[in-house]
């Protein structure tokens, strides 16, 4: 009996480690950082993270582990049947951001073969120009899709569940040795002093185009707002601590992340390549140029690009089996038949991510000012004042007490969470329709 709680308690851990570590962490973190400020974006990141990110984990949590059903009929379970159109939302969320998810996975999936050839070693800038966007893109696109339809369609999520077990830690080796390596590179002052030290002028000066895209990506790289951590926590046994899980989770993905930034930053900085305009390039500029100077380069590249490429997958496919799941429950088609649907759905999505990666900016722009804070609102507003009590209860399962951390963690759900995406939303809405570049107007 105890060793089966074990078990499972560490296959949950594995599973959600492996949904939130991702592109989120290694290519979005630190070019986010980048085209946001610097070291006043970390510090708006690590806040949301913890006041916005963290309750709202346990609150999705909380609905999964109360009904041990699946993420949209969990609201019926509950007696709230009406509610259950946040998870179509959800499903809608989730396509949206796998349309350009997969586009970038493309990219890793070409870095993979560019680093056995040393095809970028000469010129890293150009060659992510040429393979980013265009015909070459929409078939590393088709590719990357090809594999994550193929496991979703034949359900061999353990051999994923398998190779993230290996994966996280791999990819927390790889990436302390190169952040080691980078520390010895010319300038690494400065670039730690971009990444890691806040002026805080700066950021007040910024804040309200800065905190839409902290909370977004604190969203984004928690998985939330897209069902996944309700799923995954409705096999969660009572005598788990939520919170304890959580916060192991929460700690985790943002160390990938902060390491993510410790590689890039010391590579641009030494390479002269200043980071605020290096953009969604710069993971792939970076560390390619930092491949392209080591001994063993190509080894190390494909090894990289490799793991790179299975956190990206174990995180798409999360994300993939959310849309399928929903669509195997609710029509007759049979699941290879309709992950290929999805499949193709999410190809034709993606066409302009994988043609221009200025499309790829604004797909991505609207699921973080639009779709991930309006979903997460809705299992937040759920929790915090349609279950209220009943919540906490939950929360309290497993954890022996909580007497004084319960409402606490009730109120910040209730008022700091809800208020703090309202806010976010309203500045994103300002961003995206009201600015002089707003966002919601599509690069043609
Ligand atoms: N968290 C993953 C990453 O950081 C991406 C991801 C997986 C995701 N599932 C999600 C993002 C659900 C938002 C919602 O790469």
């Known amino acids: 009996m105890e060793r089966e709680t074990w078990a499972t308690r560490i296959g949950f851990l594995v599973a959600a480690i492996g949904s939130a570590v991702g592109l989120g962490n290694l290519w979005q973190f630190p070019f986010k950082t980048a085209s946001n400020g610097g070291a006043a974006f970390v510090v708006f990141y690590l806040v949301a993270v913890t006041v916005v990110g963290f309750p709202a984990l346990l609150a999705e949590f909380v609905i999964g582990r109360r009904t041990h059903v699946n993420a949209i009929d969990a609201f019926a379970e509950l007696g709230h049947r009406n509610w259950r159109v946040v998870g179509g ?190 953009g969604p390039s710069a993971l792939f500029v970076a560390v390619a140029s930092g491949f392209a100077d080591l001994p063993l380069g190509r080894v190390l590249g494909v090894v990289f690009f490799g793991v790179v490429l299975v956190a990206a997958l174990s995180s798409a496919i999360s994300l993939m089996e959310v849309v399928v799941a929903y669509a195997v429950d609710n029509t007759s088609y049979s699941r290879p038949t309709l992950a290929g649907a999805t499949g193709l759905g999410l190809f034709a999505l993606g066409l302009p991510s994988a043609w221009d990666t200025a499309w790829l900016t604004w797909f991505d722009t609207i699921a973080y000012q639009l779709f991930l804070p309006l979903s997460v609102l809705a299992s937040v507003v759920f929790v915090g004042w349609v279950l209220g009590e009943e919540a906490v209860a939950e929360l309290r399962q497993g954890t022996g007490g909580l007497d004084t951390l319960g409402p606490v963690w009730l109120w910040t759900l209730r008022l700091v969470v809800v208020l703090g995406v309202l806010g976010t939303l309203g500045l994103g809405f300002q961003t995206l329709f009201l600015g002089s570049d707003a966002a919601i107007v599509p690069p043609l």
């Open 89 to 278: 939302l959800a499903v809608a969320t989730g396509f949206w951001i796998l349309s350009y998810y997969d586009v970038v996975g493309g990219w890793v999936l070409r870095y993979i073969l560019g680093s056995a050839t040393g095809a970028y070693f000469d010129a890293p800038g150009e060659y992510f120009g040429a393979v980013s966007a265009g015909p070459e893109a929409v078939l590393a696109q088709a590719l990357f899709l090809v594999v994550a339809v193929g496991i979703v369609a034949f359900g061999i999520e353990n051999g994923i569940e398998r190779a993230t077990k290996v994966m996280v830690p791999s990819i927390a080796v790889i990436m302390v040795v190169l952040a080691v390596w980078a520390a010895t590179l010319p300038g690494v002052g400065d670039a730690y002093a971009y990444f890691l030290s806040p002026d805080f002028g700066t950021m007040l000066d910024n804040a309200g185009s800065v905190i839409p895209f902290a909370v977004g990506q604190a969203f984004f790289t928690l998985s939330l707002g897209m069902a996944i951590m309700v799923t995954y926590s409705s096999y969660v046994g009572e005598d788990d601590s939520l919170p304890v899980d959580g916060g192991v989770i929460v700690v985790t993905n943002t160390l990938v992340g902060i390491l993510a930034g410790l590689v890039v930053f010391p590579i641009l900085f030494a390479n002269d390549i200043s980071p605020d305009t290096s």
